[in-house]
């Protein structure tokens, strides 16, 4: 299984990145939050990187960070 996390802006934010994952090259970047068995909880700060909590966590399993490209976005979270 392929193990694979970017951190990609949402289309109508300003700017703002939150963390995506995908489990094999044919599918598309989805939230994090789309993957339930493994996301874990935000941390309670205001202000932080949506997505922070779960990409400690899959660094810590071996996931690879991949660079996103500019221009790269999301329609939406």
């Known amino acids: ?10 289309m109508g934010t300003t700017g ?3 963390l995506h994952l995908r489990t094999a090259p044919n599918q598309p970047w989805r ?11 935000d941390y309670e700060i205001p202000g932080g990187s ?3 909590a779960t990409y400690q966590k899959l660094m810590s399993a071996r996931w690879n960070l991949v660079a996103s490209m500019p221009g790269q976005q999301l329609k939406s979270a």
């Open 50 to 52: 949506k997505g922070w």
């Open 1 to 10: 299984m392929m193990k694979q996390m970017c951190w990609l802006p949402v």
């Open 16 to 18: 703002e990145k939150i």
């Open 31 to 41: 939230p994090y939050t789309a993957f339930p068995e493994y996301a874990v909880p």
